[in-house]
């Protein structure tokens, strides 16, 4: 019995090892299964030919299935009827939300938030105020926001609604906000039209907004990317749609669309996902279809409609926030603080990258570079200079003995090339209350010294108005070199005088002791 009861254990536990993964894969099928909606799955808000039937004003969710022999089919279930035609629909990747925007009979917009329990009809859970449109989520489903008109004397403003909660926080500016949309990384972006161009706007958690990007035209609709760019569907003067992409290094180029969607009315309701898949709504002489397609793969079998299709949507394949490349061009104020300088790049230049491949780049995106240090009739450059004139560069590439990218250097005068954001620590104006202080907030943390008059006594002024201190601040096993030389001049009130700054990328990891300057 001593030795029958170990192997009868042992071949339990055997047998539960091997069919624990099964087990999990077919409880995760299950829940998928449970829920309302599921990533992936589409959402249609349709208009049947009598509105005032059950049938007549409604979204339902199409959800792509497979069965035991291989075959595809397309389930089709209602979710919620509306008393407005559906113009837009939004959802949060764990299943638990969604957001309809109806145009109601006397053409003024309203935006319902539904919550979607599993087993469960969806439950209205907020409306928002008159002439809200364009909802959208938060990848963690951390909060709802939504774009409203002006009122009286104020601009267009954002309604940001807190979820679970449904606190609510108005997010007014001097000018009008239009066009939320929520990056993969948890950041809020919106579109501040002028007469002729569209600016760009980014919100991180933490700061104040600052502009990525100045596009010309007015920008309907904007679809974060999980690269860090943006998709950008322009109106023209003419009424007729233009893609653009919005690249994290601020270049500003035209999106070739996928083959099945170039032929597509951007005017009808379409939605592009993070991974760049987009969703579209096709009519011609018969009836409706819903494409599916992205670029890096073959558009799949249409889907047709019965109805008439007024809004388009799709469960994100995300359900919480995640970090993305950055580019110092439009990162926000943390990037330094966050990213290792190895995931950072600058006007879309990374190290490691040819010295040939990042003058591409930056001829491309209309930076004007220069090759630095090429000597003789067959001399290699060893570095690209951006900004003024050669042999006074703002910012400067430098490469390694293979001829690839080793180094960034940025002077204080590279501040127009970067994000509003991170030019503060390029500005010597922000150093009056100290250098260090400015370093450690964009910096993080690192070892530093700093030498100077600064470090004198507080009497001292009175005999030397003219301060100057010196500061290197290093954060190797992040990449980063920072030094910054300032002359203060003590008067009646203090400024600065002269100096300058200097902050280097480089591979992380080195080993490096900060010298005495």
């Not at 991180?204 to 974060?224: I, K, Y």
């Not at 070892?447 to 600064?454: L, N, W, Y």
Request: charged content about 25%.
């Amino acid at each position: 019995m001593r030795k029958i009861l170990p192997l009868a254990l042992t071949l339990a536990l055997l047998l539960g090892g091997c069919a624990g993964p099964s087990a999990s894969r077919a409880l995760k099928r299950e829940s998928l299964a449970r829920r309302v909606i599921a990533p992936g799955d589409v959402l249609v808000g349709l208009i049947g030919g009598d509105q005032r039937r059950e049938d007549g004003l409604r979204v339902v969710r199409l959800r792509r299935t497979l069965a035991e022999d291989g075959t595809s089919h397309v389930a089709v279930r209602p979710l919620v009827r509306t008393d407005g035609a559906p113009s837009e629909i939004a959802a949060t990747g764990d299943g638990a939300w969604m957001a309809v925007t109806v145009v109601l009979w006397d053409e003024q917009t309203r935006v319902d938030l539904f919550r979607l329990r599993p087993g469960g009809d969806p439950e209205l859970a907020w409306r928002g105020p008159p002439g809200c449109s364009g909802p959208t989520f938060e990848p963690g489903a951390a909060w709802l926001t939504v774009a409203c008109p002006e009122e009286g004397r104020q601009p267009g403003w954002l309604l940001r609604v807190d979820l679970p909660s449904l606190r609510v926080l108005a997010l007014v500016g001097e000018r009008s906000r239009t066009v939320p949309a929520a990056g993969i990384e948890g950041d809020l972006y919106w579109v501040e039209a002028g007469a002729t161009h569209s600016v760009i706007y980014r919100r991180p958690p933490r700061g104040e907004p600052f502009a990525t990007h100045d596009v010309r035209g007015r920008v309907v609709a904007l679809h974060p990317q999980s690269t860090g760019a943006l998709v950008a569907t322009v109106r023209g003067a003419h009424g007729v749609d233009e893609t653009l992409e919005l690249l994290r290094s601020g270049e500003i180029r035209p999106l070739k669309l996928p083959a099945a969607i170039q032929s597509t009315d951007l005017a009808s309701p379409h939605v592009v996902s993070v991974f760049g898949e987009w969703t579209a709504v096709r009519c011609g002489r018969g009836p409706c279809s819903i494409i599916e397609a992205s670029a890096v793969r073959e558009a799949g079998a249409p889907l047709s409609l019965a109805s008439v299709p007024t809004a388009v949507g799709r469960v994100p394949d995300i359900s919480r926030a995640a970090s993305r490349p950055e580019d110092l061009a439009t990162a926000p104020a943390s990037v330094l603080a966050s990213h290792l300088a190895s995931d950072v790049a600058v006007l879309g230049v990374e190290l490691g990258m040819s010295l040939t491949e990042a003058f591409a780049v930056l001829e491309r995106g209309g930076r004007q570079p220069w090759w630095d240090g090429v000597t003789g009739p067959r001399g290699r450059p060893r570095a690209i200079g951006v900004g003024q004139m050669p042999g006074s560069w703002c910012i400067e590439f430098d490469a390694d003995e293979r001829g690839n990218v080793a180094s960034v250097d940025i002077r204080d005068c590279a501040a127009v090339y970067l994000s509003p954001a991170i030019r503060p620590l390029l500005d010597r104006e922000s150093f009056l209350d100290g250098a260090l202080d400015v370093a450690r907030t964009f910096l993080g943390p690192g070892v530093s010294v700093e030498v100077g008059d600064g470090d004198g006594q507080p009497g001292e002024t009175r005999s030397h108005p003219l301060r100057r201190t010196r500061l290197q601040y290093d954060a190797p096993d992040r990449g980063y070199r920072f030094q910054a030389e300032t002359e203060t001049l003590e008067a009646r009130r203090a400024q600065i005088w002269d100096g300058w700054i200097l902050l280097r990328l480089e591979a992380p990891g080195r080993r490096q002791t900060a010298q005495r300057p």
